[in-house]
């Protein structure tokens, strides 16, 4: 039983090491990430609700469920990254080392539609959608 436990916190030390060692994307690549991924998220939102004819209200709420499928679906099936991420080199990692999950995820992509967050990033090392879910995006994978 202590070897299990001693594996399971070597493995927990490694995790949180490689997670210490990796570059922090730039804000370059953080604003890139942003733009592509906007530009797939507008252009999806903009055909949905032309086709379906939807009102405003309609629209608002069908760009958020975009935005959340968009980033639940593409960081949690490619490795914590999307589109404007695997076009950038970066990727998202958990900084506690623990692996990302699904609810980390939303709560990261539910944290981006407070307002003036993207300008979060001007002011401090990391946006608070990143300083909030312990999560960052760095470079690599």
């Avoid at 980033?71 to 990692?93: C, F, L, N, P, Q």
Wanted: glycine content about 10%; proline content about 3%; some cysteine.
């Amino acid at each position: 039983m202590d070897t299990i436990n001693q594996n399971k916190s070597s493995d927990l030390l490694s995790d949180l090491q490689e997670t210490a060692n990796l570059e922090h994307a730039s804000k370059g690549q953080r604003f890139a990430n942003l733009l592509i991924d906007g530009i797939i998220v507008g252009v999806a939102q903009n055909i949905l609700a032309a086709v379906l004819t939807l009102g405003l209200m309609e629209s608002i709420l069908l760009s958020l469920v975009i935005n959340l499928a968009y980033y639940t679906v593409m960081e949690g099936s490619a490795g914590g990254r999307t589109v404007g991420k695997m076009v950038t080199g970066t990727h998202v990692v958990s900084t506690n080392g623990e692996p990302l999950t699904t609810g980390r995820i939303m709560l990261r992509t539910v944290c981006r539609w407070v307002p003036f967050e993207p300008f979060s990033m001007l002011f401090g090392d990391a946006p608070w959608h990143d300083t909030w879910t312990d999560t960052a995006v760095v470079k690599g994978k």
